[in-house]
T-cell receptor, first 117, second 112 residues
């Protein structure tokens, strides 16, 4: 089974702290994603990466950065946490098909519920 | 730009009743469409996906969805709801690099 593992299920951090959310996948997937989930808004893409050391902004990148030094690991960084970053964060990974097909399934981690106080 | 709209943030059905969760998409190219389910305190799990070919797609747990290009819809159905179907359901469309564009979600409640 594909496994996407997020390092923490629950985190409580203080305003202004630097926060690291870690995600590891074990299926050699090229693509990795960070989403934020808020009630009534669905999942919104923060950043994604299609290869090691490559990163692309999603729809809501402000206040976040990412790092992908190894293929299996994709980290989300909150440079200076704020209360409006309290949310559920979901990491996902997917395979790139030959020819660039878009029909591969994305596999999700269990999520990290972050509270910034 | 691609977008996905789910009609109804909350749907409530009786056990044994038909489940219908609505999804409409906008896309300038043939879409790849997905339905995911999220159980409480869990990540998302794929229910089914539409790529090309047959417009009626069968998924896990007795769910199916029909792609209707003329209506730009991809509604999710299940003939008979079970208590274990209570969850949040997300419709999504695939964009470049397989990034998914999600709808806002529909929370399904099933009551006895």
């Amino acid at each position: 089974d594909v496994k996407v593992t997020q390092s923490s299920r629950y985190l409580v951090k203080r305003t202004g702290e630097k926060v690291f959310l870690e995600c590891v996948q074990d299926m050699d997937h090229e693509n990795m994603f960070w989403y934020r989930q808020d009630p009534g808004l669905g999942l919104r893409l923060i950043y994604f990466s299609y290869d090691v050391k490559m990163k692309e902004k999603g729809d809501i990148p402000e206040g976040y950065s990412v790092s992908r030094e190894k293929k299996e690991r994709f980290s989300l960084i909150l440079e200076s946490a704020s209360t409006n970053q309290t949310s559920m964060y979901l990491c996902a990974s997917s395979l790139t098909l030959a020819g660039g097909g878009l029909n591969t399934e994305a596999f999700f981690g269990q999520g990290t519920r972050l509270t910034v106080v | 730009a691609q977008s996905v709209t789910q009609l109804g943030s909350h749907v409530s059905v009786s056990e044994g009743a038909l489940v219908l969760l609505r999804c409409n998409y906008s896309s300038s190219v043939p879409p790849y469409l997905f339905w995911y389910v999220q159980y409480p305190n869990q990540g998302l799990q794929l229910l089914l996906k539409y790529t090309t070919g047959a417009t009626l797609v069968k998924g896990i747990n007795g769910f199916e969805a029909e792609f209707k290009k003329s209506e730009t819809s991809f509604h999710l159905t299940k003939p008979s709801a079970h208590m274990s179907d209570a969850a949040e359901y997300f419709c999504a469309s695939a964009g470049g690099y397989n990034k998914l564009i999600f709808g806002a979600g529909t929370r399904l409640a099933v009551h006895p």
